[in-house]
């Protein structure tokens, strides 16, 4: 890649370099370059005790179930995107959840789950369901305010929240698999913030509608982490952690 500096440019110009497929591929490039299904390559790592393998099954069918949510969002939201630049984006991160998703059923494989798809039914957890059930309905009715709000603000901020405390407790080859997805959901809780930032400086009145949609998703976020963390026998201090964390993040973005 040639020198480049995006500090250069004007803030229109910025945006639309920043969320360019050509930035996204050289951005991936540098952190998915010798990995295989987010692994790298040759690396050994101990298995788990039978305890440990099946928290760690339950977990990852739920993050499944919020890839796959956010893979089927971001491909609907491309047709009521209101910009160009906007598609552009949004196409890179169809592709980013897609592999999200495929890094994760390929670690359940891993781990011996022969039916991933089955796996996940049996595991999924009631309030991520219906939090994916809204989200998709945002996106049937083409509102692109509170959709985009919906999936790159809290579904983001959720996962980022969640993947990174998972990352600090994983087994290896998790947390390695965890570490390239975590830097792409970054990458998409950055579209969500600087989209609406713009557009609710233009036009303030959204931000009623949006803290509306807030509080609805807020109370199925933190009953799914209630409840996986319950799953998993989480001790409590770190679960009360996880739902404030999760509340700090989307308070400092300020958008509602
Ligand atoms: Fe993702
Ligand atoms: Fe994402």
Redesign the pocket.
């Known amino acids: 890649m040639s020198e480049f500096n995006p500090h250069s440019l004007d803030e229109d110009e910025f945006l639309e370099e920043v969320h360019s497929v050509d930035f996204w591929f050289h951005a991936v490039d540098g952190y998915l370059r010798d990995r295989t299904y987010g692994r790298i390559e040759g690396a050994s790592h101990p298995d788990l005790d039978d305890t440990d393998r099946d928290n760690l099954i339950t977990t990852l069918c739920n993050y499944c179930i919020g890839e796959t949510a ?1 893979l089927e969002a971001s491909s609907g939201l491309i047709s009521i995107a209101p910009n160009r630049h906007s598609k552009i984006f949004l196409a890179t ?1 169809v592709v ?2 897609a592999r ?1 998703l495929e890094v994760f059923l390929r670690r359940l494989r891993d781990l011996g789950v022969e039916d991933p798809e089955s796996e996940i039914s049996v595991r999924a957890n009631p309030h991520l369901v219906a939090f994916k059930d809204r989200l998709m309905e945002l996106v049937a009715g083409h509102d692109w305010d509170a959709a985009v709000f919906a999936q790159n603000v809290v ?2 901020t959720m ?1 980022y929240t969640a993947f990174r405390a998972h990352m600090s407790t994983a087994d290896p080859a998790t947390a390695e698999v965890l570490d390239g997805v975590v830097k ?2 970054r990458r ?1 809780l950055g579209f969500g913030e600087n989209d609406l930032g713009r557009r609710l400086m233009a036009m303030p009145e959204k931000r009623q509608r949006l803290a509306e949609i807030r509080r609805e998703l807020d109370n199925l976020v933190l009953a799914t982490f209630e409840e996986v963390q319950d799953s998993l026998g989480a001790d409590r201090s770190r679960r009360v952690d996880l739902g404030s964390e999760y509340l700090d993040a989307i308070e400092r973005l300020g958008l509602t």
Do not use: S
């Open positions: 956010a991160q980013d959840e999200h579904l983001e996962e792409d959901e998409h």
